[in-house]
C-alpha cells in the first residue's frame, strides 16, 4: 500500500507509468470504450477548502472507472474535535479503497497516513498540490508531444502548485524556474529536500522577468492569495502587480510558448483576460486532464497492487 502525500513518495518511473495510464484511459474514453477497470471501489473525499476541480476530477474519475465516491467536509467527517484523528482515519479507511484529503496542514496529511489502512491521496495542502503538478506536466507532454527540455516558467508565489513543480520538474529533468518578489519563493526546506533527492535538477528562482521569460516554453502563474491568505491580500497584490501575465509580458517568450493557470483564476490580477482566452492557452486543456490524471492515478494506485 503506498500513499501520495507529496511527489517524493513517487519515483520517475511511477510518475511515466500514471502518465501512460492517463494516456490510454483517455483515448479509450474519447474512442467510446468505458473501461471500467474500478467497478465497486469507493473512493471517499474529505476536504477541509472549497474545491471545483479536485473534488469533480476525481467524482468523475472513479465513476466513469465503474466505482464511486462519497463526499465529506472535514467538519462533517469529524476530523476537527467530534472524534481523534487516529479513529476518523481507521473508520474512513475501513469503508474506502482510497482517500482522498485536501486540507490546510501538510501534518494533517502525514498523520491521516499514519492511521489509515488503504491509500491517501493528498489532492492539496498549503504546503504541496501533488494532484496539480502531475496534471501539469501530463498535459505538457500532450501539447509538445514529449517531456524533453521544455522550458517551464512559473510566475507568482512559491506556493503548494510552485514546489509541487519544481519537485516533478526536478524529478524529470525538466529546467523550471520561478519568478516571484523578493520574500515569496519556494520554501527553503521543500528546495533542500529536492536537491538532496535530485542533485542535478535545473531549479532556478530569480525576481527578474526577463531572464525568466528567455526561451520560456510555458508560462504558469497562480492566484497571488491562495485560500486563508486572504488578510494579505493587499500587500501581495502590491507585491505581485509588475508580474501580472499580460500579452505585453507574454512577448518576451518564444512565440510557441503556452500559457497554463491551475484555476481558480482571479481574471485582471494575475492574469489578463487577453492571454486566458488567447491562442497561447492551453489552461482548459489542463482543466480537463484533472479527471484524466486522476483516472490514470487512481487506476495505478489501484489496479497495480502498489
Same mark, same amino acid.
Given at each position: $500500500? ?5 511527489? @517524493? ?65 472535514? %467538519? ?30 501538510? %501534518? ?7 492511521? &489509515? ?5 493528498? *489532492?492539496? &495542502? ?11 506536466? @501530463?498535459?505538457?507532454?500532450?501539447? @509538445? ?18 514546489? &509541487?513543480? /519544481?519537485?516533478?520538474? *526536478? ?10 518578489? /523578493?520574500?515569496?519563493?519556494? !520554501? ?11 542533485? =542535478? &535538477? ?8 526577463? /531572464? /525568466? ?14 485560500? *486563508? ?5 493587499? +500587500? ?27 484555476? !481558480? ?8 483576460? =487577453?492571454? $486566458?482566452? *488567447? ?8 482543466? +480537463? ?5 486522476? %483516472? ?11
Amino acid at each position: $500500500m503506498r500513499h501520495i502525500t507529496t511527489l @517524493f513518495d513517487l519515483t520517475p518511473a511511477d510518475v511515466m507509468d500514471i502518465f501512460e495510464t492517463a494516456e490510454q484511459l483517455k483515448e479509450k474514453h474519447a474512442a467510446g470504450d468505458f473501461v471500467r477497470s474500478l467497478e465497486n471501489r469507493v473512493l471517499t473525499l474529505i476536504f477541509d477548502k472549497p474545491s471545483l476541480r479536485t473534488r469533480l476530477s476525481f467524482e468523475a474519475a472513479i465513476g466513469q472507472l465503474g466505482g464511486s465516491a462519497s463526499f465529506f467536509t472535514a %467538519k462533517d467527517a469529524g476530523l476537527y474535535g467530534r472524534e481523534s484523528l487516529p479513529d476518523v482515519a481507521r473508520v474512513v479507511s475501513g469503508y474506502s479503497d482510497a482517500i482522498v484529503l485536501r486540507t490546510f496542514s501538510h %501534518k494533517t496529511v502525514e498523520d491521516f497516513c499514519q492511521w &489509515s489502512t488503504c491509500p491517501v491521496i493528498n *489532492g492539496l &495542502s498549503d504546503d504541496f498540490h501533488p494532484c496539480q503538478a502531475l496534471t501539469d506536466l @501530463f498535459t505538457i507532454r500532450e501539447v @509538445f508531444g514529449a517531456l524533453t527540455d521544455e522550458k517551464l516558467v512559473f510566475i507568482g508565489d512559491g506556493n503548494n502548485v510552485a514546489a &509541487s513543480l /519544481a519537485i516533478l520538474c *526536478g524529478m524529470l529533468e525538466l529546467p523550471f524556474t520561478l519568478c516571484c518578489p /523578493a520574500g515569496y519563493e519556494i !520554501p527553503d526546506a521543500t528546495v533542500a529536500s529536492l536537491l538532496d533527492r535530485y542533485p =542535478e &535538477s535545473k531549479l532556478t528562482q530569480t525576481n527578474d522577468l526577463d /531572464a /525568466a521569460l528567455a526561451d520560456a516554453d510555458i508560462i504558469y502563474t497562480d492566484v497571488w492569495a491562495s485560500m *486563508g491568505q486572504e488578510d494579505e491580500a493587499d +500587500e501581495r497584490k502590491a507585491a505581485f502587480a509588475p508580474y501580472q501575465v499580460n500579452a505585453q509580458l507574454l512577448a518576451k517568450a518564444k512565440p510557441s510558448c503556452r500559457f497554463m493557470h491551475d484555476l !481558480p483564476a482571479r481574471r485582471g490580477l494575475e492574469v489578463t483576460d =487577453e492571454v $486566458m482566452d *488567447g491562442p497561447h492557452s492551453i489552461v482548459f486543456q489542463q482543466a +480537463e486532464n484533472r479527471m484524466h490524471l486522476a %483516472k490514470g492515478l487512481l487506476a495505478w494506485l489501484l489496479k497495480g497492487e502498489h
